[in-house]
């Protein structure tokens, strides 16, 4: 079974661009979570996503946004980039809304702001 | 604020040995979940145990065993036999009561040969 999958691997954008990345979760996994992973930090959790509504949202500015499809993919949009946004974004798919359950986290995309 | 914390940034051992990663967390909450979760060098993490608060229980996954004490806050992994395939980052973390997760900073281990 494939696991979850993200697009893509690596990114090179530059200060005020904007920046679209994709995660497709494991299927059947109706939720999607977003992770920011500053280099030396543990991730920071940025929405959570469940049968195409937003479940939760984390102190992130509103420069971050998401958005889930109807076949449970996600994208995570982020405007107005900034140095501080560069960092690997993790997605992680559960079969369940609540994140106290397994999460199943992709490979990441590597963001790099320049 | 809700903390986890993590005191050894990094970690190495010999193979075989047995090593103890420490958590300590902060919380006003009586009920929640703990987690270890293990980041190897390739990026994909992984979960390694789950711990829920009301269990008196430690949980243990093969080699994989906690020492949850839950007045003093404190949430070790302990690691038995250690593998080549064990080294990478572990992160401890914690559900608070709005359903977000918070990860501490993470353990660097190495498993020596």
């Known amino acids: 079974d494939a696991g979850v999958t993200q697009s893509p691997t690596h990114l090179i954008k530059t200060r005020g661009q904007h920046v679209t990345l994709r995660c497709s979760p494991i299927s059947g996994h109706k939720s999607v979570s977003w992770y920011q992973q500053v280099l030396g930090q543990g991730p920071q959790f940025i929405f959570q996503?469940?049968?195409?509504?937003?479940?939760g949202r984390g102190n992130f500015p509103d420069r971050f946004s998401a958005r889930q499809f109807p076949n449970y993919s996600s994208e995570l949009n982020v405007n107005a980039l900034l140095l501080g946004d560069s960092a690997l974004y993790l997605c992680?798919?559960?079969?369940?809304?609540?994140?106290?359950?397994?999460?199943?986290f992709g490979p990441g995309t590597r963001l790099t702001v320049l | 604020a809700q903390t986890v914390t993590q005191s050894q940034p990094e970690m190495s051992v010999q193979e075989a040995e047995t090593v103890t990663l420490s958590c300590t967390y902060d919380t006003s909450e009586s009920n929640y979940y703990l987690f270890w979760y293990k980041q190897p060098p390739s990026r994909q993490m992984i979960l390694v145990i789950r711990q829920e608060a009301y269990k008196q229980q430690n949980a243990t996954e093969n080699r994989f065993s906690v020492n949850f004490q839950k007045a003093a806050k404190s949430f070790s992994l302990k690691i038995s036999d250690s593998q080549l395939g064990d080294t990478a980052m572990y992160f401890c973390a914690f559900i608070n009561g709005d359903d977000k997760i918070i990860f501490g900073k993470g353990t660097r281990l190495h498993i020596l040969p």
């Open positions: 996503y469940y049968e195409k509504e937003e479940r």
């Open positions: 992680a798919s559960s079969p369940r809304v609540a994140v106290y359950n397994e999460q199943f």
